[in-house]
Every structure is written in C-alpha cells, then in structure tokens.
C-alpha cells in the first residue's frame, strides 16, 4: 500500500517532465503524429463551424487522432482525481499565499482557486474576465502563434525549431506581464 | 469545374484535393497528421491511451494547478521550469535518437519531421496567448484536464479558447502575420 500512497503524493518534476517528453516519441512511432493540442481547438471548429472560412475548411477526420488524445487527458484528470487523489491542499509558497490572501482567495484545496473560478464567479466581473476573456485569449493567441506549451515549447524546441523558441519566449514574457502587472487590477475587482 | 473529368484525371484530381487540404491543415500548425496509411476510426483508441497517461501527469504533478503557474510567473517556485526544462530534454534526445537509428513507426513508416517557418504571429500571438495562460493558469491541454478533474465551470473557458481560435480563423486575413 506504500507504493500507492507514495503515487497519490505530488510527483516531483523530474518525473512528471521526461514522462511528458515522452509524449514526444510515444505520437511519433504510435503513427508519425506530431505532438500538440492547441490543433485540437481548430478541428473543433472545422468539424462544427466551418463558415466556409479558408482557414477551417479541411478534412477534420483527418486530424480526429488529435482529438482522442484530447478526451484522454480529460479522463486522465477523472482518474487522477477520483483513483489517485491527493487528499492534502496544494502546498503553495507562502509569499504567493499573503499576495492572494489580500484578494480574499485563501482557499487551496483543488487544482483550481474554487473562489476564483466556480460557476457562482462567471457572473461577475472578475469571474467573466478570468474564465471566459482568458479562454478566448487562450484559442485566440495559440491559433495565431501557430501553437501551444505542447507544439512550440516542448515539440518545437525538440525538433531546434527557432521560431518555436521565439513563440516560447513570447508565451513566458506575456505570462509575466499578466501575472505581474495585471492581475494584481483584476483580482482586486 | 470542368465536367469531362475521366477516370484517370479524376484520379489525378483526388491526388491534388489531397495535397490541397494537407496544405490548408498544416497552415501555421505544428500538429499535423503526417501519416499516408488510412486506418479504421478505431486505430485512434491508442491515442486516447497516450492522452490518459498524459492527463494523469498532468494533475499528478499539479501541472493543470493555476497556483503553479502563477508560482512560475513570479519567479517563486522551480517546479513548472523543472517539468518543461526536463521534458524539452527528453523530447530532444528522443528526436535525434530516432533520426540517427531511422526509426520507423510501428507500421513500418517513416518518421517525417517539419519545419516551422517563422512569422510575426509567433510573436503577436504568443504574447496573447501568454496573457491567457497566466490569468486562466491553463494552456489548451491543461483546461481539458481541469475539466476532468472536476472543475466543471472551465468548460466556459474551453468554449471560450473555441470562439478565440474560431475569431482568429475569421480575422486571419486581416492580421499581420
């Protein structure tokens, strides 16, 4: 039973990181699929909203080994939650848990602040801009630098890929700017 | 179109169709189905298998958490440099080990690899992009795990990154690129 506790514990990065390497070769010798997921958002509009926009008309079945992969790691949170639960809180640095106290966000049980986001939130101000302003900005920005974490951080810099580097780079500076200079206005409403 | 297409040329056009809509897919992506074989829908369950393993990672290293990322952003915790740091490493090794022993796939089919041309929406839009991954703490895979794990209201955000990607196929042509 020890070593089922030890896997409901949080896995260190140097499991977790070459596990998702992994994932790298695992899609390629499976079937010469190149990793990525922000791909999967653009299939769903081509499957259901074509619009006769060029960007979206192709043949979306084509790509539906994208989607699979997708849906799996929606089970794989299921699993993950329900089979291999962490029972504690996350364990958060502490100067982040002052910051965020100031914001009425104390709470840190769950993967996701349930003060921040929850169904309650969506209908404020400061729930409508994190859940649905933030998924927008989420779809909007990897279509229009041609990927995500997964295609450009992690595949495109497997593969040397310099504009991957620069997307990455990008990802890390907007991240910044949010989290630094932004969200403190946000929080606060 | 014209309408006296014989067999032969209509042969010819599904062949150009093809390359067509390869070309259509592969615009500004990095993820494209680079398989020629055409395989029963139920081949995909493998991938589904990989996509489980890889929401698991993801939640049991607290990946999917928006605390973690906003650790990250503020230069407070090592963990999510560690996780993308060690996960490019292996990505890399793996890639030259499959190009230097030509490693095929398991039907037998070679491995093809891509470059990615550059463009200013690497800049523009992962500077978008990196705006949403800090306020939501989710990138496109992770909002799916989020979900999963119960998070019911991320589905607003998943739909909403729908409409974002969906807007950006119809502005496309008017951005600078």
């Known amino acids: ?189 | 179109m014209s309408n006296n297409i014989n067999l032969q040329t209509s042969d010819e056009f599904i062949v150009e169709q093809e390359s067509h809509d390869y070309e259509v897919r592969a615009t500004d992506s990095v993820c494209i189905n680079d398989s020629h074989l055409h395989h029963k829908w139920y081949y995909n369950f493998k991938y589904l298998a990989v996509g489980i393993i890889f929401g698991i990672v993801f939640l049991k290293a607290e990946i999917i958490s928006w605390f973690r990322i906003q650790e990250m952003f503020r230069l407070q915790s090592f963990h999510m440099y560690g996780v993308i740091g060690s996960a490019v490493m292996v990505g890399l090794v793996s890639v030259l080990l499959i190009k230097k022993f030509k490693i095929k796939t398991i039907y037998g089919e070679e491995i093809e690899f891509h470059d990615k041309t550059f463009n200013k929406g690497q800049i523009y839009g992962g500077l978008l992009f990196g705006l949403g991954w800090a306020i939501t703490g989710a990138c496109p895979g992770p909002l799916f795990a989020q979900i999963g794990s119960g998070a019911t209201v991320i589905i607003v955000s998943l739909l909403s990154a729908i409409a974002g990607t969906w807007v950006y196929g119809y502005l496309r042509e008017r951005l600078p690129h």
Not at chain 1, 11 to 30: F, H, N
């Open chain 1, 1 to 189: 039973m020890d070593y089922i506790d030890y896997i409901k514990n949080p896995w260190p990065w140097y499991v977790a990181g070459p596990l998702i390497g992994l994932t790298v070769p695992a899609l390629l010798i499976l079937g010469n699929k190149t990793f990525g997921i922000s791909s999967s958002l653009r299939h769903i509009c081509a499957m259901c909203l074509p619009a006769k926009i060029p960007f979206f008309t192709y043949d979306w079945k084509k790509e539906i080994w994208n989607l699979f992969f997708v849906f799996g790691i929606l089970i794989g949170g299921i699993v993950a939650i329900t089979i291999l639960k962490n029972p504690d809180p996350i364990l958060i640095n502490p100067d982040l848990a002052i910051e965020l106290a100031k914001y009425g966000v104390n709470d840190f049980h769950g993967l996701v602040p349930v003060q921040l986001f929850s169904w309650e939130s969506l209908f404020t101000l400061k729930g409508l801009i994190m859940i649905v302003v933030g998924g927008f900005t989420v779809g909007f920005g990897t279509r229009y630098a041609g990927g995500c974490t997964s295609g450009h951080a992690i595949m495109g810099l497997s593969t040397l890929q310099w504009p991957s580097l620069v997307a990455t780079c990008c990802f890390m500076v907007g991240g910044f700017i949010m989290a630094n200079l932004i969200l403190p206005y946000v929080l606060s409403l």
